[in-house]
């Protein structure tokens, strides 16, 4: 939703006071943001600025140093049984797609839903079938990750974190490891989430595709959230010398 509200002006994800440090490193600190349901937050900066290791941390890969971070209502907790049911409503997509190479396309969509939700395999393996359908891989449901392009890869990464119903996707990077001519196929999809009111948080060099998308963008930089706001804003009209000085580099690399 462009003003980032839900139907109950409470967010989906909110973070507070979110502090990441490796060893002497601060990677960010004092960190507040919300997402709410049905928006797409797409969080752009400099190479090592912390987007990713924000990202990671909504999911509980890695941990914060300082701060919280609630999820449907739920504080983010770091026992493994509290991160399984957590993990069960958030969907990650990655940039190196992390498909399991010893099981088919349908095998990696399907182990999920099937193994870990327990739902019964006749109705995961249909709806899975659909999945893949809807991301344009209905034809590759029987070959092995290794026959695909990387493109292809990143959908079946996509269908695979759609299989257990996710409320929030999150996506790093998901078009960094694929060459240029493949991004596009993979952006179409997630263009296509978006539209239909999936809950995202993207990290993402791309800036086309956040004008497109996004109803918010959040510039993280020099340890922390230096501006965020509508993509028109952001990234047309920035309002602080830090937003400037990113996109004018973005644009003249």
């Not at 797409?42 to 600025?49: D, E, N, R, W």
């Not at 990202?55 to 449907?72: A, F, K, P, Q």
């Not at 034809?139 to 493109?151: A, E, F, N, R």
Request: hydrophobic residues 40%; glycine residues 10%; charged residues 25%.
């Amino acid at each position: 939703m462009p003003d980032g509200t839900s139907a109950t002006g409470e967010p989906l994800v909110r973070i507070r006071g979110a502090a990441k440090r490796f060893g002497a490193l601060t990677v960010f600190e004092n960190v507040d943001l919300d997402v709410h349901e049905s928006e797409v937050v797409v969080l752009i900066g400099p190479s090592g600025a912390g987007k990713s290791t924000l990202l990671r941390c909504v999911n509980g890969l890695e941990r914060l140093d300082g701060g919280t971070i609630d999820i449907g209502g739920e504080r983010l907790g770091y026992r493994e049984s509290a991160l399984n049911r957590m993990r069960r409503h958030v969907g990650m997509v990655f940039q190196n797609f992390n498909l399991f190479p010893h099981m088919t396309v349908l095998g990696n969509v399907t182990c999920a839903p099937a193994k870990v939700a327990r739902r019964p395999y006749r109705e995961v393996e249909e709806e899975a079938r659909g999945l893949l359908d809807k991301v344009g891989l209905a034809d590759k449901c029987d070959v092995y990750p290794s026959s695909l392009s990387g493109g292809q890869r990143q959908r079946v990464a996509i269908a695979r974190a759609l299989a257990m119903h996710p409320r929030l996707m999150l996506f790093d990077e998901p078009t960094s490891a694929l060459d240029p001519e493949l991004v596009g196929e993979v952006l179409d999809v997630m263009r296509a989430l978006a539209a239909e009111g999936m809950t995202m948080m993207i990290v993402t060099h791309e800036m086309r595709f956040a004008r497109r998308v996004a109803d918010r963008v959040v510039l993280v930089a020099d340890g922390g959230i230096a501006e965020q706001g509508p993509p028109e804003t952001v990234l047309d009209a920035p309002r602080t010398a830090r937003a400037r000085d990113f996109l004018r580099a973005v644009l003249e690399h």
